[in-house]
């Protein structure tokens, strides 16, 4: 009796997890996790033959009291390991959490190659020049990674290389293309007050304020000075990577709540800062500068998850403001917002991302007279694709006569006309997993104005100071 009584209770203990999800709710979102629908054995009037893959994924995922089971787990490791049971977060000293994919980063392996750098700084100057041919203002701004600034609460096992991250490379790449940015590690390292959530991956208001005027300095715009400004000290925030270890704990991180009055509106439906498109508009005056001057006109920033943070701060100094987190970066945007300022922002682990998906801006026309010395058997590609008056160009380059800092031209060499264009030296498709990062190419080209003529099509690279083209990779005709 005894032994039925035991063997009842364990089969209890073990059908409570499924029984329970009748009655138990998970909120995947903490853990940074999509919530997917109870799958089906017969969709759109098919056989699903990925049902019992995708029951077990969704059972894995929902069970009853799995987050409690997850947050028990992890404080046990984390308290008396000094381990993590979540591999995309790693347990720092005094209760310090960073998070995995700024790992690279801080150990500076893995980094970007020369002409990988150079391209990264490339793309932001040819969308500068886009910016400024449009009499806008541009600046580009990287996020630090938390531990580039707090690296001293990493665990020991974590020993930075010599040599220089992505980062330090990309702003060494920019002085020397003239790209306009701002370096925020100096000014952010030397607070006294914590800029950064210990518990989450993203810097605080504090460290957002600080950042804000930062970019607005190097606009030339003037701005609430913050410093001045009465804060107080709560103890509110949920932080990302707190949720992802501990999906149950109810611990909350600090965050710098100012006392300042923010006068600006919503101008579209805005759930949270955390959503892709967010509008704004300020019709308030400011008196910050001794006697009313209206606001600054209009600002269009593009925006990772780092930006958040920023958008109440920037949305305040500006008539309207446009906040969007669309990739690769569409130019078209800076007409519709009818932007003045235009700002980059990008956390440091996302430098890489550059590389990925060509920005949808009409590639720029360039004089050129140099001599060129035709490559034989060229291992260069290019693919072209016309839609609604714009030639899309991509491909890759010869990496034998391309030098790290050669610019890619794309020739339509005409009976009549030659024409010459630069490329963004970027990924077309970023999922094309085969694409090289250092020698792929891609452009868009207003065909709509250029003049009747069979064009054929050519990429221009350099190499030791000496010019190659491609000869025929393609053609193209205007009647």
């Not at 704990?249 to 498109?277: A, F």
């Not at 291992?379 to 391309?402: C, I, N, Y």
């Not at 264009?421 to 990924?427: N, T």
């Not at 054929?456 to 193209?476: A, H, M, S, V, W």
């Amino acid at each position: 009796m005894k032994k039925k009584l035991f063997i009842i209770i364990f089969m209890g203990l073990l059908l409570v997890p499924f029984v329970g999800m009748r009655f138990y709710k998970a909120d995947l979102s903490i853990e940074k996790k999509h919530d997917e629908a109870l799958p089906q054995p017969v969709t759109d009037g098919k056989v699903n033959l990925q049902f019992f893959q995708e029951l077990t994924d969704y059972m894995a995922d929902h069970f009853a009291f799995r987050q409690e089971l997850i947050t028990a787990d992890a404080g046990v490791k984390a308290d008396l390991f000094q381990s993590s049971a979540n591999e995309k977060v790693i347990v720092g000293k005094d209760g310090w959490l960073f998070f995995e994919e700024t790992l690279d980063d801080y150990m500076k392996r893995n980094c970007l190659n020369k002409r990988q750098i150079h391209n990264c700084a490339r793309v932001l100057k040819l969308i500068e020049q886009g910016v400024e041919v449009c009499d806008a203002d541009f600046v580009f701004v990287a996020a630090p990674n938390k531990n580039t600034l707090y690296g001293e609460y990493m665990p020991d096992r974590y020993v930075p290389l010599n040599g220089q991250g992505n980062l330090n490379a990309l702003i060494t790449s920019m002085k020397e293309q003239g790209v306009h940015y701002v370096d925020l590690r100096e000014v952010l390292s030397e607070q006294k007050e914590q800029v950064y959530h210990k518990l989450d991956t993203h810097w605080n208001n504090l460290g957002a304020s600080i950042a804000c005027e930062n970019i607005l300095d190097a606009l030339g715009k003037k701005h609430t000075s913050y410093e001045k400004e009465a804060y107080t000290r709560k103890k509110s925030f949920d932080g990302d990577l707190q949720g992802m270890l501990f999906p149950k704990s109810s611990k909350k991180d600090w965050n710098v709540i100012y006392s300042k009055k923010q006068d600006y509106r919503y101008t579209n439906k805005v759930v949270s800062t955390e959503q892709m498109e967010i509008r704004t508009e300020n019709k308030s005056v400011d008196s910050s500068a001794g006697g009313k001057k209206t606001k600054h006109r209009n600002i269009l920033m593009y925006r990772d998850s780092f930006g958040n943070a920023l958008v109440p701060f920037v949305a305040q100094e500006y008539k309207k403001g446009f906040f969007t987190k669309e990739v690769p970066y569409d130019l078209s945007l800076l007409s519709q917002s009818k932007a003045d300022d235009v700002v980059i922002e990008l956390a440091q682990r996302q430098i890489p991302t550059l590389l990925e998906g060509v920005p949808y801006m009409m590639a720029p026309g360039v004089s050129f007279d140099k001599d060129v010395e035709e490559i034989k058997g060229t291992t260069a590609t290019m693919e072209t694709e016309k839609q609604d008056g714009v030639l899309r160009v991509s491909g890759q380059t010869d990496p034998r006569f391309t030098d790290d800092d050669s610019p890619v031209y794309i020739s339509f060499y005409g009976e009549k006309n030659l024409l010459m264009f630069e490329a963004f030296p970027s990924v077309y498709d970023p999922m094309d997993e085969k694409a090289d990062r250092s020698y792929s190419y891609g452009a868009y080209i207003d065909i709509s104005s250029m003049p009747s003529d069979d064009y054929r099509l050519e990429i221009i690279t350099k190499k030791d100071r000496n010019y190659y083209t491609t000869g025929f990779l393609g053609e193209y005709v205007i009647k």
